[in-house]
């Protein structure tokens, strides 16, 4: 018997709808004047949490946005849907633009059709009746850590927007597109600045997960303080801004080889090529002491993008060890760090000195 879709654990994108959810009243019926109680304050600090809001609505795009834009709340709102389509037209939408599962949503709306519709057609949405909005802020699912990626994350996604429209516009190959964004990779060792963002990201990254491992604050303290292991943080800028820490990686320092316990990014970063390029400097570190490289791969039903990254990369299937397939990289393949991609390396230097 096949099992009953589950939502992640944690909400990334609440997708608001406008009319009695929103606002007051119906705004082709002369209704919209004011927010619901308590709804800005609620916008607020899911901001303050890094969690995203957007809308799926049935109305006139320019009176709504402008409706939106005189209550003072439009800025907070990323790649809003509001047209007449069928809402679950709508909220596949939302996670489309924000490049992230479909199980991360949460769909808030006053209507139990459009609430069944929505449930219907996407099992793994939490659709949530509006009524229930007063205690929206308590439900486990929106308690996420407070990190400043967090407090950053609307305005990163504005950026995004910002490039995606020069994408739109850029004419010529990928290659010279990606090269236009003047992007620098950041790959160095976790401090404890990053614990709270680091510890995020394996909470909330599944898509581009290669194991499915999940640390805590104290467990990632534990790793960075082992002379047995690395625990690199990656982050990445462009001409359009910072997109903060995207990625995390966790080396195993086996006698022979160093294993990658753990590699994840965030889906902003999907289509820059990021993935390579941090193989290619762990390729570079193993080597110069002798290695070779070794990646531990979980399945799910997500992260396949991530298995396609190692192959790409000359990674090969060598065995499995219970329900973990052991990747080794090729001894014959010479990773390179595309040259649209400027990239800075700093492992920390007991790796460099471990003997074998």
């Keep these: 018997m096949r099992a009953e879709p589950v939502p992640a654990e944690k909400v990334k994108c609440v997708v608001w709808d406008l009319d009695d959810t929103l606002w ?31 809308i799926a609505s049935k109305n006139e795009p320019e009176r709504a946005r402008a409706r939106l834009t ?59 009746d509006a009524a229930r909005v007063d205690d929206l802020l308590s439900r486990p699912e929106l308690d996420v850590p407070r990190t400043p990626d967090g ?20 004419v010529g190959p990928r290659s010279s597109f990606l090269a236009s964004l003047d992007m620098r990779l950041v790959v160095r060792a976790t401090v404890v600045e990053d614990l709270d963002r680091a510890a995020e990201l394996t909470q909330r990254t599944h898509q581009l997960n290669t194991t499915g491992l999940v640390f805590d604050r104290e467990q990632l303290t534990s790793l960075m303080d082992r002379d047995d292991h690395l625990v690199l943080s990656v982050e990445l800028i462009d001409r359009f801004g ?28 999907m289509g820059r090529n990021v993935g390579g390029a941090v193989l290619a400097s762990l390729a570079a570190g193993a080597r110069a002491q002798g290695r070779g490289v070794t990646a531990d791969f979980r399945p799910n039903d997500v992260n396949r993008p991530m298995y396609t990254v190692y192959r790409l990369a000359g990674f090969a299937h060598e065995s499995d060890v219970g329900s973990v397939r052991r990747l080794r990289l090729r001894a014959d393949v010479n990773l390179a760090v595309p040259d649209y991609l400027g990239i800075d390396v700093s492992i920390p230097a007991r790796s460099q000195i471990k003997e074998p």
């Design 151 to 170: 407090r950053n994350r609307r305005r990163m996604y504005r950026e995004a927007a910002v490039r995606k429209r020069h994408e739109e516009s850029f």
């Design 242 to 269: 910072d997109y903060g820490m995207v990625g995390l990686v966790l080396v195993a320092l086996e006698p022979d080889s160093w294993r990658i316990r753990l590699f994840l990014m965030s889906c902003r970063v």
């Design 24 to 54: 007051e009243g119906v705004l082709s019926e002369g209704g919209g004047a004011r927010l619901r109680p308590g709804v800005q304050e609620i916008i607020h600090e899911l901001d303050r949490r890094g969690i995203l809001s957007s």
């Design 70 to 128: 005189e209550l003072g709340v439009e800025e907070y709102f990323v790649f809003p849907q509001i047209s007449w389509d069928a809402k679950s037209t709508l909220v596949a939408a939302v996670a489309s633009e924000l490049n992230i599962g479909l199980d991360t949503l949460m769909f808030l709306d006053d209507s139990p059709f459009e609430l069944a519709e929505v449930g219907q057609a996407h099992p793994v949405v939490r659709c949530v």
